[in-house]
């Protein structure tokens, strides 16, 4: 289980390996451009979520539990930006087949 951490001081977002690596590529992607967003998760404590305005200026953390890099899926990827890009922010979609 991997972990991102959000500002200083920081929130602890956990997350699969796989799915952080992927949320990575696409929030790294949107912030290379300049472009803020929303991005909403579960809370990972069994109820509700939370949701934060991610912009470059704030600190932003990605740790990895294992040491090899998850290969990404480019389907997967699309379909998180679509999703980042949309109304409603990022959200963590399922894996497409």
């Given at each position: ?38 991005f909403t998760c579960s809370a990972g404590d ?24 998850p290969t990404l899926n480019r389907a997967w ?21």
């Open positions: 289980m991997g972990m991102l951490t959000y500002g200083s001081p920081g929130t602890d977002l956990h997350f699969d390996d796989r799915l952080l690596a992927h949320l990575q590529a696409v929030i790294t992607a949107k912030l290379r451009r300049d472009e803020k967003f929303g069994g109820g509700g979520y939370v949701s934060v305005w991610v912009h470059p200026a704030i600190p932003l953390v990605f740790r990895f539990d294992g040491a090899e890099r990827i699309e379909a998180l930006m679509q999703s980042a890009n949309s109304g409603g922010g990022l959200s963590a979609v399922a894996e497409p087949a």
